[in-house]
């Protein structure tokens, strides 16, 4: 190990499990540079002259080159391009927020919302680890959400308000992913798909009937479908490595639930 003494930058550092790892740091020998939203030096000069505070919002990429104490003279890369993430999440969010609102507007609430993923959602494409991001966030945005809108009666979330609700109805909602594999459309390179075998490529009909799958059972929600070749395969969620324990982490406690959506969540197994 070099004899340098080793710097670390803990961005949320002022609270939280991001000062316990700032203060067990310094206690290792580390100078720690502490990032906060919130001006607040104090628990920086707690601990003392191997610590420092920048104030900074890692949601701003101009604000977080900050932390970092450059010089003037050095050569900041450019702000990354994040329209894939647009795109592909938060375009998936917003579908779904309008959907919902005007599902509920049918003679019979309810609907279906088909997302598109990715088997690089599930396992990852090293070439766009953006991508692979976005559409696992997709997966996982999808199976949070299906129980909510399968079952439990209109809720006005704050993010998902609609004032004509009629609270004695269900959302009557669906809401599932489907996954592809590599797919010869009109935006995949050909020097890609040359590179693939044919018999690894997944042709858009495989795509279609995995929709018109999710279309024609009603009793499908909350379900991830890749699609590989001519086949479909169901992806169920990772298995939880510490059991009861790692479901209780993962359990709707009502209290917060309702402190962030202004009413309970009508799930049977929610934690009162």
């Not at 310094?26 to 540079?33: C, L």
């Not at 494409?125 to 976005?134: K, M, N, Q, S, V």
Request: charged content about 25%; proline content about 5%; glycine content about 6%.
């Amino acid at each position: 190990m070099s004899s340098e003494q080793q710097v670390a930058i803990v961005t949320g550092g002022n609270s939280g499990m991001g000062m316990a790892i700032a203060r067990r740091l310094v206690e290792k020998g580390w100078r720690v540079a502490i990032a906060d939203i919130r001006e607040n030096k104090t628990f920086a000069e707690e601990l003392g002259g191997a610590s420092s505070f920048h104030q900074c919002n890692i949601a701003d990429y101009d604000s977080s080159i900050f932390i970092f104490e450059h010089r003037g003279s050095d050569k900041i890369p450019p702000k990354p391009d994040l329209l894939c993430t647009d795109v592909d999440y938060k375009g998936v969010i917003y579908g779904t927020q309008l959907a919902i609102h005007f599902f509920r507007k049918n003679r019979v609430p309810g609907g279906k919302i088909i997302a598109t993923a990715s088997v690089a959602a599930v396992v990852p494409h090293e070439t766009y680890p953006e991508y692979d991001g976005a559409k696992a966030a997709v997966v996982n945005f999808v199976r949070a959400t299906a129980r909510i809108l399968k079952d439990v009666s209109l809720v006005k979330w704050s993010n998902w308000q609609s004032s004509d609700a009629d609270k004695s109805e269900k959302e009557n909602v669906t809401i599932n992913t489907v996954c592809p594999g590599i797919v010869h459309t009109s935006i995949m390179p050909q020097e890609m798909i040359d590179a693939v075998s044919k018999e690894c490529l997944t042709p858009v009909s495989t795509v279609v009937s995995a929709y018109e799958k999710f279309l024609e059972d009603d009793s499908l929600y909350g379900r991830v479908l890749e699609c590989s070749a001519d086949q479909h395969f169901f992806l169920e969620p990772p298995t939880l490595a510490n059991g009861h324990i790692s479901r209780r982490a993962v359990t709707v406690w009502d209290p917060l639930f309702k402190t962030c959506h202004k009413e309970s969540s009508g799930l049977s197994d929610a934690i009162p």
